[in-house]
């Protein structure tokens, strides 16, 4: 079943591309991951990211989820997921990094929705 969400304009200025989810096309959208790492990530989040444990419990998670949205199955969308989230962020549980209960697959759009909603809900916690 295809995504009903409407098409828009990838981002990245000058570019042509249509896109349903996120706000870059694929080219693009690599090179925002990119300059995150490089310039916005902090370095111990950085590394966790890019250590072979994650990389493998990511795996299991995806193939787990079958690489769709989570939050968008719920609504009946089947939606090609982007992320591999933490339930309870990272920043506030880091013994949970790797548990793989902790972790599910979303598209971009449900990402971003979620670390909105998680700011408000762990910024008393701070």
């Not at 310039?39 to 299991?60: A, G, H, I, L, T």
Request: aromatic residues 12%; glycine residues 4%; proline residues 2%.
């Amino acid at each position: 079943m295809e995504s009903k969400k409407p098409w828009k304009q990838c981002l990245s200025y000058g570019c042509g591309e249509l896109i349903r989810d996120g706000a870059y096309c694929v080219k693009h959208k690599d090179e925002r991951v990119k300059q995150y790492d490089k310039y916005e990530r902090n370095k111990e989040s950085r590394m966790f990211y890019q250590s072979s444990n994650w990389k493998k419990v990511r795996q299991y998670v995806k193939a787990r989820d079958g690489n769709l949205c989570q939050l968008c199955l719920k609504d009946k969308r089947f939606t090609q997921a982007d992320v591999c989230d933490h339930y309870i962020p990272l920043e506030f549980d880091k013994s949970k990094g790797l548990d793989p209960s902790n972790l599910w697959m979303l598209c971009h759009g449900c990402h971003n929705q979620k670390t909105v909603d998680d700011r408000k809900k762990y910024s008393n916690n701070r």
